[in-house]
């Protein structure tokens, strides 16, 4: 009987060690799971968010699944876009319609001004609720404090410095997200940037957004290593749609203007262009037929941007075109009937640092960039089939020379190549801040 009880305690002491042990075991990997989230709030992340798709459409919130933008039960969540210095007018447009796209919520616009009516190309987008009509940065908090559940920072070196007294409102309230837009990466590599975002990342309250993957990379690395105190870092491509001409037929391409694009301002210390109209000669002479003592070619250089228009010499004036001061449906128009766009980066800065306009534009556009591997790197959501590549024994004039002699169908299908990945990255720019609210909202970060 003593044998029998002795038995008994043992099993019953070893049935006690079997739990305990199975217990701390599933702790330990609860804990390791928690503290991955938790580095999202200690270390910056950088990764190439192209496309959200994956993102679950639920996550847990206790024993109940809820997706907040369509949980029509619970109260729409609050967006407002902002911009303080009356630039940036295509970022701005690119976050209207990411955030302008998602259901149960609502959005408010802030505009320092609106130009080129950018406001028309926003009001032709497609979403659940029509753009809202800009108000002054001023208005900020007119009506609510507490009313915003994301504020997008679209020039945020600036925007956070000009609107400083609503932002200490916002942070003292708690229950704003800023997504804070970083235009140069290497600007942030500053005392007064940090001392004032600080406190909003040890809160949880910040995200910072590039427009490309090489400056998300440059800012980690370089703008933000001395910061004690790191927020995520996520990339963003600031493309919308616009409606844009039908392209043509490939039998009468060659018929029409047969343009290539330049853009940026017109300085000589940027570009050399009596080597750009001595290449422009070129190709007007070889495509060039004489008839009757005449000579006539529809090679067209577009010269799109502003400043002291440079010298044309007068053989070649009916072949520059200056595109300045446009609107915006105007200048898409135009850049969608040209075969190519040159990049005119002004600097490496732009390989780096800074994210270079004339990239998405193209996109947006329809127009093939002339590319270099290493403009392809930089430029990570660009693909290989939509530019044409520069190869490394070429400059940019000789690739403009080699499409010139390939045929009208080729060129054709490039166009439609561009205009089918704009698209693609249009959608997946949704279900990508699609992505960041449901995480927000999971960790807490939303819905304070």
Not at 386 to 397: C, G, H, P, R, S
């Amino acid at each position: 009987m003593a044998i029998s009880r002795r038995f008994s305690g043992f099993l019953a002491i070893s049935a006690a060690t079997l739990f305990l042990v199975g217990f701390f075991l599933f702790a330990s990997n609860f804990n390791r799971q928690f503290s991955y989230k938790s580095l999202l709030f200690s270390k910056p992340m950088v990764g190439d968010d192209a496309d959200s798709s994956n993102t679950s459409s639920t996550y847990d919130s206790g024993a109940v699944k809820v997706n907040p933008l369509n949980d029509i039960s619970r109260k729409p969540l609050n967006f407002a876009v902002a911009e303080t210095t009356g630039y940036h007018d295509e970022v701005v447009a690119a976050f209207v319609h990411s955030f302008g796209s998602q259901k149960n919520s609502n959005l408010s616009l802030f505009q320092h001004s609106q130009r080129y009516g950018i406001e028309k190309i926003m009001q032709d987008f497609k979403l659940p609720k029509p753009v809202p009509a800009s108000q002054p940065p001023t208005m900020l908090l007119a009506d609510d404090a507490t009313k915003f559940d994301v504020l997008v920072l679209t020039t945020c070196e600036y925007d956070r410095i000009k609107l400083a007294s609503q932002l200490e409102t916002l942070l003292e309230e708690g229950k704003t997200h800023l997504l804070c837009v970083v235009h140069h990466a290497d600007h942030w590599a500053n005392k007064d940037h940090e001392s004032f975002m600080v406190p909003w990342i040890k809160k949880g309250l910040v995200d910072f957004i590039t427009l490309s993957q090489h400056t998300a990379t440059f800012l980690q690395e370089t703008g933000m290593s001395a910061w004690k105190t790191k927020a995520p870092i996520r990339p963003f491509t600031p493309v919308f749609p616009v409606n844009l001409p039908q392209l043509p037929k490939a039998i009468d391409a060659d018929k029409g203007d047969l343009g290539f694009g330049l853009q940026g301002l017109y300085e000589s210390t940027r570009r050399n262009y009596e080597t750009i109209f001595a290449h422009l000669q070129k190709f007007i002479d070889s495509r060039s037929s004489e008839r009757e003592g005449t000579v006539s070619s529809n090679v067209t250089l577009h010269l799109l941007g502003q400043g002291t228009h440079p010298e044309v010499p007068s053989g070649l004036t009916s072949h520059v075109s200056f595109d300045e001061s446009l609107d915006y449906d105007e200048y898409y128009s135009i850049l969608s009937r040209t075969f190519a766009l040159l990049p005119a980066f002004a600097n490496d800065e732009y390989l780096d640092r800074k994210a270079s306009s004339t990239v998405p534009a193209g996109l947006i556009g329809g127009t093939p960039l002339v590319a270099t591997k290493e403009i392809l790197t930089a430029y990570s959501y660009l693909p290989e089939a939509a530019v044409y590549l520069q190869k490394t024994d070429e400059t940019e004039f000789d690739v403009i020379g080699r499409v010139l002699k390939d045929t009208a169908k080729h060129r054709i299908e490039k166009m439609q190549t561009v205009r089918h990945k704009c698209a693609e990255i249009v959608e997946s720019n949704s279900r990508l801040v699609e992505g960041w609210i449901k995480e927000m909202t999971a960790e807490g970060r939303l819905g304070r």
